[in-house]
């Protein structure tokens, strides 16, 4: 039998959670989903990170704000590995916007708002090399 693909992803649980102090429960609910944790940080994102990350939205009307919402307190960025990540990882976050999210996923459980959402995933695996590549370096990421 061939061994599973892996994926990884990225994964931030976003300023209006930490402020709330609720990772270890959304850390619970990725981990209960069967991904994998394989490299995590906690930093603070200066105005010039959060407007790379973001840069795809640029133009968008809400990027200012984006900006300002993602440095307005730390933020944990890290990385998750198993099989179809990138996917799962989606399933198990709901809907960008938290009164669409179903119910049982992070951002139902946890969300405030469009912005306020709790946390961020990559939303393609080549994003999420790029995400990941953002913020870790190889040496930075552990898998058993
Ligand atoms: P995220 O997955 O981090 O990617 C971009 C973020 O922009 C998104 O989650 C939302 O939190 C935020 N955002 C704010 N306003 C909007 C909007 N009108 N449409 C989409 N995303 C928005």
Avoid: C, W
């Avoid at 850390?27 to 991904?35: A, F, T, V």
């Avoid at 306020?116 to 990421?141: K, M, Y």
């Amino acid at each position: 039998m061939t061994p599973p693909k892996l994926e990884r992803t990225l994964s931030i649980i976003k300023p209006d959670a930490t402020r709330r102090n609720i990772i270890g429960a959304i850390i619970k609910q990725l981990e209960s989903s069967g991904l994998r944790l394989v490299a995590q940080k906690r930093l603070r994102l200066s105005t010039e990170q959060a407007r790379s990350f973001y840069a795809v939205h640029a133009e968008r009307p809400f990027y200012d704000n984006l900006v300002s919402f993602m440095t307005s307190a730390p933020v944990v960025v890290q990385i998750l590995e198993g099989e179809d990540a990138v996917a799962k990882h989606r399933e198990v976050m709901g809907a960008t916007n938290p009164a669409e999210a179903k119910d049982g996923t992070i951002r139902a459980t946890h969300g405030l708002s469009l912005e306020e959402n709790s946390v961020h995933g990559s939303d393609s695996l080549t994003n999420a090399a790029t995400e990941i590549a953002f913020f870790f370096a190889a040496t930075e990421i552990f898998p058993n």
